[in-house]
């Protein structure tokens, strides 16, 4: 089966250029979770959806992030206007949620995103 | 408010010795769920363990084991006989079944050949 599936697996842009990152849930998951890892903050949650629905956005840094789900098997995030203090690696995640178990998220590969 | 601790910022350890990565958690909550994640250099996280607090059974998987223990709010990690494949960061995490995963700050572990 295929797991999570994240384009493009690097991206360098200039400052001031949007940048979109795009992620494919395991097919049958529920919910989907985009993270961001910098060596200063670790790993962060930015947001997450559950039936394509946005439930807890409250880790997206600014308004310069947005992030939407249009299907099951589809999610964005965008970064406009970008600056370099974005530079990070972005996951996604995908997990069968099923309410108060805590099911196992399972990560794509990541894309690596360099702000110049 | 939960917390995920992991003390030890890396450990190196020669091939084929034993070594036991802490974690320390804090949560108020009495059902929750840990977890442990590889992240080896290429870069991917890799799942490896998924504990809820009910089961407080030790597992073994292999050269891997996992020690849950309430009394002292630790789950810890210990490969035995260690390889170089098994450098790598490890993460621990918490859920509290709300689906938001609490990370520690990770352990770089490396094994010398």
């Known amino acids: 089966d295929a797991g999570v599936i994240q384009s493009p697996r690097h991206e360098v842009t200039e400052m001031g250029q949007e940048v979109t990152l795009r992620c494919k849930p395991i097919s049958g998951h529920n919910s989907l979770f985009w993270y961001r890892q910098t060596m200063m903050r670790g790993l962060e949650l930015l947001i997450y959806?559950?039936?394509?629905?946005?439930?807890?956005d409250s880790g997206m840094p600014e308004d310069r992030f947005s992030a939407k789900m249009p299907n099951a098997s589809f999610s964005t995030l965008k970064i406009q206007p970008s600056e370099p203090r974005d530079s990070a690696v972005y996951f996604c995640?995908?997990?069968?949620?099923?309410?108060?178990?805590?099911?196992?998220?399972?990560f794509g590969p990541g894309t690596r995103l360099l702000v110049l | 408010a939960q917390k995920v601790t992991q003390a030890q910022t890396e450990i190196s350890v020669v091939e084929k010795e034993d070594v036991t990565l802490d974690c320390v958690y804090e949560t108020r909550d009495t059902t929750y769920y840990l977890f442990w994640y590889k992240q080896p250099p290429s870069g991917e996280l890799v799942f490896l363990i998924r504990r809820n607090s009910f089961d407080e059974q030790n597992e073994i998987s292999g050269r891997y084991s996992w020690n849950f223990q309430k009394s002292t709010s630790s789950f810890n990690f210990t490969i035995t006989a260690s390889q170089v494949v098994d450098s790598a960061v490890y993460f621990c995490a918490l859920n509290f079944g709300n689906e938001k995963l609490t990370f520690g700050t990770g352990t770089r572990l490396t094994i010398i050949p």
């Open positions: 995640a995908s997990s069968l949620a099923i309410a108060g178990r805590g099911e196992t998220q399972y």
């Open positions: 959806f559950n039936n394509n629905v946005p439930i807890d």
